[in-house]
Nanobody
């Protein structure tokens, strides 16, 4: 299971920080990738990035300059930081995992999602 946690409200220009806690499996399990995805109101699903089982990072080109994904193997968690947020970053944020790739088509298990609103 995956569970997102973090603030539900972030002010413009600040950094959005979310953590995904993983249970029932290890984030270092071979060939598993751990991803962040979001869906803004009225828009489609957007893949943001992933961290692989070896700790390698992969980012969406459109968000790469503002996104950082890290992991804490001792806590079996991985985290998302998105800097310089604007109201356009308001979305439901999901963490998910897949075997062989962190791409959308490979993601098998998803968290329930958490709504983050960017507003002053």
């Amino acid at each position: 299971q995956l569970q997102e946690s973090g603030p539900g409200l972030v002010k413009p220009s600040q950094t959005l920080s979310l953590t995904c806690t993983v249970s029932g499996g290890s984030i270092t399990t071979d060939y598993y990738y751990w991803s962040w995805i979001r869906q803004a109101p009225g828009k489609g699903v957007e893949w943001m990035g992933a961290v692989g089982y070896r700790g390698n990072n992969y980012y969406s080109p459109s968000l790469k300059s503002r996104t950082s994904i890290s992991r804490d193997t001792s806590k079996n968690q991985f985290s998302l930081q998105l800097t310089s947020v604007t109201p356009e970053d308001t979305a439901v944020y999901y963490c998910a995992t897949g075997y062989g790739s962190g791409g959308l088509g490979y993601l098998e298990i998803w968290g329930q999602g958490t709504l983050v609103t960017v507003s002053s």
